[in-house]
Antibody, heavy 122, light 107 residues
Framework: EVRLVESGGSLVQPGGSLRLSCAASGFTFGNYWMHWVRQAPGKGLVWVSRIDPDGSATTYGDAVMGRFAVSRDNAKDTLSLQMNSLRDEDTAVYYC???????????????WGQGTMVTVSS | DIQMTQSPSSLSASVGDRVTIACQAT??????LNWFQQKPGQAPYLLIYDASSLETGVPSRFSGSASGTDFTLTISSLQPEDVATYYC?????????FGQGTRLEIK
């Protein structure tokens, strides 16, 4: 079974840091582009970041650029998101998502994890 | 950025009804569009990719179509388990963008 499982979400103070993880199973993780998407409580879906299959190329949304860093360990089938200088507006459920293929499909999500909640509050 | 506008924002229909949800892009995205279903407390679930291709395992009552920058998700006969919020997503260009969602309820 293809599966993504996020972990690491918690309550953190503004200005703090947090590291999220996403464990992949059931597919060859190192062959796929991977993304992070977030959803603030009661709101819609917002793309956060992307990483290529070998971890050499990363891209970020404007809201998190310079504060968040995505990485991956293909030997451990794990995706990570290092979140620094957290703000109230970063409060959200964070999902990792697999992209279906290459070309334009490198941005087409097919499998999502169940999400992990990050709350930024003093 | 490419903006995706869904309509309506909410919808109430009866079991067995034909339901249509629209999504419009602010520029040409070819057919690089997904439709997702999200039930409360759950992750999004892929229904349709490439605007009109049915994802494996998705019931055939779901279908998608495209005309220029206008896209449509149709449920041919609404079932109680279809209560959810539906999102379109363009993947022509970064940043990936989503519609604001359409909340579907049963009358």
């Amino acid at each position: 079974e293809v599966r993504l499982v996020e972990s690491g979400g918690s309550l953190v103070q503004p200005g703090g840091s947090l590291r999220l993880s996403c464990a992949a199973s059931g597919f060859t993780f190192g062959n796929y582009w991977m993304h992070w998407v977030r959803q603030a409580p009661g709101k819609g879906l917002v793309w956060v970041s992307r990483i290529d299959p070998d971890g050499s190329a990363t891209t970020y949304g404007d809201a998190v650029m310079g504060r968040f860093a995505v990485s991956r360990d293909n030997a451990k089938d794990t995706l990570s998101l290092q979140m620094n200088s957290l703000r109230d507006e970063d409060t959200a459920v964070y999902y990792c998502a697999r992209a279906r293929g290459d070309g334009y499909s490198r941005n087409a999500f097919d499998i999502w994890g169940q999400g992990t909640m990050v709350t930024v509050s003093s | 950025d490419i903006q995706m506008t869904q309509s309506p924002s909410s919808l109430s229909a009866s079991v067995g009804d034909r339901v249509t949800i629209a999504c419009q892009a602010t520029q040409d995205i070819n057919t690089f569009l997904n439709w997702f279903q999200q039930k409360p407390g759950q992750a999004p679930y892929l229904l349709i990719y490439d605007a009109s291709s049915l994802e494996t395992g998705v019931p055939s009552r779901f279908s998608g179509s495209a005309s220029g920058t206008d896209f449509t998700l149709t449920i041919s006969s609404l079932q109680p388990e279809d209560v959810a919020t539906y999102y379109c997503q363009q993947y022509k260009r970064l940043p990936v963008t989503f519609g604001q969602g359409t909340r579907l309820e049963i009358k």
